[in-house]
């Protein structure tokens, strides 16, 4: 299976503290609403069928919900999909969201091209084989049916931001959160959409400052960055 139980365990562990805002899960929170424009400006997610992949406590999935997508969250570690799911029963938006505590290349086996909107943001560099879930991801999206994926560069800058200086420096993650060696350039992620069958229609940077909490969408994708891209 295509994942780490080391990586998991540092989710389960946390899974309580998922939606506090001033908490470990903290910079997800504050980046939360940038993420969401940009998939709802290139996506228009309500009454669409949306998926994410990697979906922990739910803060995406739970707010793309809120947006009137018919949404489902996705996660191997089962203490934050506890959580997510209270939070939708607490905010009356059951009806609207399912969890399940499968893979991406299992859930793929069992909804083929069943989303209009696949999203893996934050994940990929959580897992050992991060173009099989691409692939995957690919499968689950159905023909003319759009992929969100995000993650954290691979470079000198990127690992001063979120390794040094996120987690040793500002204390803001937990030591350990982040693998500098699972970090993605982002011509490694297009080429694994493009492998997968997918047309990369944009990639951008966000950056995010944790000082202020602000964060803002700017074209150098040099730390955390997104990719937009489409099934033919
Ligand atoms: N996408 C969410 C959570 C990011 S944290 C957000 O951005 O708000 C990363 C999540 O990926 C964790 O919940 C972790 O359990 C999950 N994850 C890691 N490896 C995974 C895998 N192989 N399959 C599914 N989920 C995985």
Redesign the pocket.
Same mark, same amino acid.
């Given at each position: #299976?295509?994942? +780490?139980p080391n990586?998991?365990q540092k989710?389960?562990s946390l899974a309580h503290r998922w939606w506090d805002p001033d908490g470990e899960?903290r910079p /997800?929170h504050d980046i939360?609403s940038t993420?969401l424009k940009y998939i709802d400006d290139r996506a228009a997610v309500a009454g669409l069928r949306v998926l994410?992949? %990697?979906? %922990? %406590?739910?803060? /995406?999935?739970q707010s793309l919900a809120e947006l009137g997508a018919v949404t489902t969250g996705? +996660?191997? !570690?089962s203490g934050?999909l506890k959580v997510a799911q209270l939070r939708a029963i607490e905010t009356q938006m059951g009806e609207k969201i399912r969890y399940i505590e *499968? *893979? !991406?290349e299992s859930f793929a086996e069992v909804e083929p091209e069943s989303f209009d909107v696949v !999203? !893996? /943001?934050? #994940?990929l560099e959580?897992?050992?084989d991060y173009r099989s879930?691409v692939w995957a991801i690919a499968k689950l999206t159905r023909p003319g049916g759009t992929v969100f994926l995000?993650t954290i560069n691979r470079n000198a800058k990127a690992y001063v931001m979120a390794v040094l200086g996120a987690e040793y420096l500002l204390n803001l993650l937990p030591r350990g959160t982040h693998d500098y060696d699972k970090f993605i350039k982002p011509s490694e992620l297009a080429s694994a959409a493009r492998d997968a069958g997918l047309l990369v229609k944009d990639i951008s940077g966000y950056s995010y400052n944790p000082l202020t909490r602000g964060c803002k969408l700017v074209t150098n994708p040099s730390v955390n960055y997104l990719v937009y891209a489409q099934k033919p």
């Amino acid at each position: #299976m295509n994942v +780490d139980p080391n990586e998991i365990q540092k989710f389960e562990s946390l899974a309580h503290r998922w939606w506090d805002p001033d908490g470990e899960f903290r910079p /997800l929170h504050d980046i939360n609403s940038t993420r969401l424009k940009y998939i709802d400006d290139r996506a228009a997610v309500a009454g669409l069928r949306v998926l994410e992949v %990697g979906c %922990g %406590g739910g803060i /995406l999935t739970q707010s793309l919900a809120e947006l009137g997508a018919v949404t489902t969250g996705i +996660d191997v !570690a089962s203490g934050p999909l506890k959580v997510a799911q209270l939070r939708a029963i607490e905010t009356q938006m059951g009806e609207k969201i399912r969890y399940i505590e *499968t *893979t !991406a290349e299992s859930f793929a086996e069992v909804e083929p091209e069943s989303f209009d909107v696949v !999203a !893996a /943001l934050e #994940m990929l560099e959580h897992v050992p084989d991060y173009r099989s879930t691409v692939w995957a991801i690919a499968k689950l999206t159905r023909p003319g049916g759009t992929v969100f994926l995000s993650t954290i560069n691979r470079n000198a800058k990127a690992y001063v931001m979120a390794v040094l200086g996120a987690e040793y420096l500002l204390n803001l993650l937990p030591r350990g959160t982040h693998d500098y060696d699972k970090f993605i350039k982002p011509s490694e992620l297009a080429s694994a959409a493009r492998d997968a069958g997918l047309l990369v229609k944009d990639i951008s940077g966000y950056s995010y400052n944790p000082l202020t909490r602000g964060c803002k969408l700017v074209t150098n994708p040099s730390v955390n960055y997104l990719v937009y891209a489409q099934k033919p």
